[in-house]
């Protein structure tokens, strides 16, 4: 007998935060108000529309995979002492960086889904869905012990950049771009940090 999972309010909002969706982001998606998602993942017996269950699901997936299959990647690249590089989501395999010590893997993060490589956005793949995969992926190293950096993909300054030396826009100069303004990112004043918790004295 082939019985359909109802899928309940609390498993939508579930997949639903996994992807990194807001209520409005995933009322885009199946072409509905944000009202209507809240419908759903709050009101008992609500039902789910096998579509919203659908691209919840596959959201949710597309997270943890990439996430998984990028940090196999990262560590087995470390294991193996390799020469540092840069992941770029969209391609099948990781790029070496020439010129750039080994250090901590560099990840990009997009504000804007327009400002994705063409080949992510042809997976469907949203900048709010690639922002948690690189947090699940983040937090993945740092459970292995790597500290990943983490950077604001800057349209404006990658162009900027990357006209400089008169390169095309390829996963491999964003790539590069990513790890140089990473390394040039500024280190914080000790007086622009708040101060440390008060610990009464017993």
């Keep these: 007998m082939n019985t359909r999972h109802h899928m309940t309010g609390a498993e939508l909002q579930t997949y639903r935060e996994a992807a990194g969706l807001t209520r409005e982001a995933l009322g885009e998606l199946v072409e509905v108000a944000a009202r209507t998602v809240k419908h759903w993942e709050t009101r008992e017996g609500a039902a789910v529309p096998a579509d919203v269950q659908a691209i919840a699901r596959s959201a949710a997936q597309w997270v943890r995979e ?58 469907g793949v949203r900048a709010d869905v690639h922002g948690a995969m690189v947090a699940r992926l983040t937090m993945g190293l740092a459970d292995s012990g790597t500290a990943a950096r983490v950077v604001w993909f800057d349209p404006l300054a990658f162009d900027t950049w990357r006209s400089q030396g008169n390169q095309a826009d390829t996963p491999n100069t964003r790539a590069v771009w990513a790890a140089q303004t990473a390394r040039r990112a500024p280190i914080p004043h000790p007086q622009d940090q708040p101060p440390p918790a008060h610990t009464p004295q017993g």
């Excluded at 299959?69 to 391609?91: F, N």
Aim: aromatic residues 6%; hydrophobic residues 40%; glycine residues 6%.
């Design 66 to 123: 990439a996430a998984a299959e990028l940090l196999a990647r990262e560590l087995e690249r470390q294991r193996k002492g390799e020469s540092y590089q840069v992941h770029h989501i969209g391609e099948q395999f990781p790029r070496l960086i020439p010129g750039l010590a080994m250090g901590a893997p560099v990840l990009i993060r997009y504000r804007e889904t327009a400002h994705m490589p063409a080949s992510d956005r042809a997976q």
